[in-house]
């Protein structure tokens, strides 16, 4: 480097500690890759980038503080990382290129807070809902270039979708929209991401969209996807009278939550897991759907104050007229809960197989997952670690063995080679059928009072003995 390049870098090297008033750590380096440890654990592969400025990592804190590491080789830099603070420092590459890169630490806070008022009305309670909010995001969704072109993003089949078409349809430029299509464009999993955390936001009496009581986010991750986006979402709502149209249509929304309530078997299917499960317990369950999701289901479960809850986002189960019934009704309504009872078993089968005593099993088991899962298929791209594959052929296998105790008897072979067929062909788990034959004729064998839970050993067995 000349000395006037080194001048140049050193001169504005001082002009940024200056302007943050304190002299910044400088970590030389000649890569750009870097490894981030959080607490002694890796968490998130680094790339340096000398254009952002700053570059920024946000941590999220559920104690009072946590070390966060940049380590490359020998080369390392730590902070003690509280919430609220933000620490500076400055990657020097090759000498010349300055990256000012800064952590900061937000307090990770609980996605629910049951107080004790929540718990006395909702214990013991199972709720059907199309939220107010939750319908506001549908329809953004549908107005979304992404959502009018994907074909299972929006369910379009109805004359609730015409007509919010027209209501809505003046508003489809608004910043909202165009904001969350990008987003969807850039990122497949942003629809439920969004989706999800939208029923963390209610509107209040005066009209505007604001945090719920209960709840923070209702995903994973440690901050509400949805957040960055309100002051538009609430633009978008007032603009186009959107409580308007919610209200207008309160009669339809009602007509499917009485059906999705009473006609599925909700009442059978909990009963069923929970005897099964014996070793989880839910206070509450809650069915979060819109008549406009085409095809998405996702889960979640909650526990605060000695209360737990598991919520289901699903699509209605609406059927298609044009293609004719190949069930009877009563296999078909048993078939129509599969949208809830895939969901709802997640809370009930994923903590049963992450117990210790499964884990290195599992682990075994599914070490080579081209043995289990197609490639180029939903399996390998959407399963692709050990335990989301065994948790999806737990989930239907499950529901072959609802059919057996659901279904009428002389249409549970076919409904069970129906649900083996689009798990093997269409979405690629190679060897589900043989698994789910065996866990039909275990579940048939058991003993008195065995549950499913009882007869996980065998389960993962199987799988470490076929991988």
């Given at each position: 480097?000349?000395?006037?390049?080194l001048l140049s870098s050193l001169?504005?090297l001082l002009?940024?500690?200056?302007?943050f008033?304190q002299?910044l750590?400088?970590?030389?380096?000649?890569?750009?890759?870097?490894?981030?440890f959080?607490?002694?654990?890796?968490?998130?592969?680094?790339?340096?980038?000398p254009?952002?400025?700053?570059?920024v990592?946000?941590?999220?804190?559920k104690?009072?503080?946590k070390?966060v590491?940049?380590?490359n080789?020998?080369d390392?830099?730590?902070?003690?990382?509280?919430?609220?603070?933000?620490y500076?420092?400055?990657?020097?590459?090759n000498n010349?290129?300055?990256a000012f890169?800064?952590?900061?630490?937000?307090?990770e806070?609980?996605?629910?807070r049951?107080?004790?008022?929540?718990?006395?009305?909702?214990t013991g309670?199972?709720?059907v809902?199309i939220?107010e909010v939750?319908?506001l995001?549908?329809?953004?969704f549908?107005?979304?270039?992404?959502?009018?072109?994907?074909r299972?993003?929006?369910?379009?089949d109805?004359?609730?979708y015409?007509?919010?078409?027209?209501?809505?349809?003046?508003?489809?430029?608004?910043?909202i929209?165009?904001?969350?299509n990008?987003a969807?464009v850039?990122?497949?999993?942003?629809?439920?991401?969004l989706?999800?955390?939208?029923?963390?936001?209610?509107?209040?009496d005066q009209?505007q969209?604001?945090?719920s009581h209960v709840?923070?986010?209702?995903?994973n991750?440690?901050?509400?996807h949805l957040?960055?986006?309100?002051?538009?979402?609430?633009?978008f709502?007032h603009?186009?009278k959107f409580?308007?149209?919610y209200k207008?249509?309160q009669?339809?929304?009602?007509?499917?939550i009485?059906?999705?309530?009473d006609?599925v078997?909700?009442?059978?299917?909990?009963?069923?897991?929970?005897t099964?499960?014996?070793?989880t317990?839910?206070?509450?369950?809650?069915i979060?759907f819109?008549?406009?999701?085409?095809?998405?289901?996702?889960?979640?479960w909650f526990?605060?104050?000695?209360?737990?809850?598991?919520?289901?986002?699903v699509n209605?189960p609406f059927?298609?007229k044009?293609?004719?019934?190949k069930?009877?009704?009563k296999?078909?309504?048993?078939?129509d809960?599969?949208?809830?009872?895939?969901?709802?078993?997640?809370?009930?089968i994923n903590?049963?197989?992450?117990?210790?005593?499964?884990?290195?099993?599992?682990?075994?088991?599914?070490?080579?997952?081209?043995?289990?899962?197609?490639?180029?298929k939903p399996?390998a791209?959407?399963?692709?670690?050990?335990?989301?594959?065994?948790?999806?052929?737990?989930?239907?296998?499950?529901?072959s063995?609802?059919?057996?105790?659901?279904?009428?008897?002389?249409e549970?072979?076919?409904?069970?080679s129906?649900?083996?067929?689009v798990?093997?062909?269409y979405?690629g788990?190679?060897?589900?059928?043989?698994?789910?034959?065996?866990?039909?004729g275990?579940y048939k064998?058991?003993?008195?009072g065995?549950?499913?839970a009882d007869?996980?050993?065998a389960?993962?067995q199987?799988?470490?003995?076929?991988?």
């Amino acid at each position: 480097m000349t000395s006037s390049r080194l001048l140049s870098s050193l001169l504005f090297l001082l002009i940024f500690s200056n302007s943050f008033s304190q002299n910044l750590p400088v970590l030389t380096t000649d890569s750009l890759v870097w490894h981030v440890f959080e607490n002694g654990v890796r968490t998130n592969v680094w790339s340096i980038a000398p254009e952002a400025r700053p570059d920024v990592l946000e941590t999220y804190i559920k104690g009072e503080s946590k070390t966060v590491t940049f380590k490359n080789g020998s080369d390392s830099i730590s902070f003690d990382v509280k919430p609220g603070n933000t620490y500076s420092f400055v990657f020097l590459v090759n000498n010349k290129d300055s990256a000012f890169t800064e952590i900061r630490g937000i307090k990770e806070v609980p996605r629910a807070r049951f107080s004790s008022e929540y718990i006395a009305t909702h214990t013991g309670k199972t709720f059907v809902e199309i939220p107010e909010v939750y319908e506001l995001m549908n329809i953004v969704f549908a107005l979304t270039d992404k959502g009018k072109t994907d074909r299972g993003m929006i369910h379009k089949d109805t004359p609730y979708y015409t007509e919010l078409m027209e209501w809505f349809a003046p508003y489809g430029n608004e910043p909202i929209v165009k904001n969350v299509n990008a987003a969807l464009v850039e990122s497949g999993g942003t629809y439920s991401a969004l989706k999800m955390d939208a029923y963390a936001f209610e509107f209040s009496d005066q009209g505007q969209v604001v945090q719920s009581h209960v709840y923070d986010r209702i995903g994973n991750s440690p901050a509400n996807h949805l957040r960055p986006y309100i002051n538009d979402l609430q633009a978008f709502a007032h603009k186009s009278k959107f409580q308007d149209f919610y209200k207008k249509h309160q009669d339809y929304y009602q007509k499917l939550i009485v059906a999705f309530r009473d006609s599925v078997g909700i009442p059978d299917m909990q009963k069923w897991l929970n005897t099964n499960f014996p070793t989880t317990r839910y206070d509450s369950f809650k069915i979060i759907f819109s008549p406009l999701v085409g095809n998405n289901q996702s889960a979640n479960w909650f526990s605060d104050n000695g209360f737990r809850e598991a919520q289901a986002h699903v699509n209605f189960p609406f059927r298609d007229k044009n293609k004719p019934g190949k069930w009877s009704e009563k296999a078909m309504l048993v078939t129509d809960g599969n949208l809830v009872f895939t969901e709802l078993n997640h809370s009930f089968i994923n903590p049963e197989g992450e117990k210790p005593q499964y884990k290195n099993a599992i682990e075994k088991a599914f070490s080579n997952l081209d043995t289990w899962n197609e490639k180029g298929k939903p399996a390998a791209m959407g399963y692709n670690d050990a335990y989301s594959s065994f948790h999806e052929h737990l989930n239907w296998g499950l529901v072959s063995l609802r059919y057996t105790d659901f279904a009428p008897k002389n249409e549970q072979a076919a409904l069970i080679s129906s649900i083996e067929k689009v798990l093997v062909e269409y979405r690629g788990f190679k060897k589900f059928g043989t698994f789910n034959q065996f866990l039909v004729g275990l579940y048939k064998k058991r003993k008195p009072g065995q549950t499913v839970a009882d007869l996980y050993p065998a389960i993962v067995q199987w799988f470490v003995d076929n991988r």
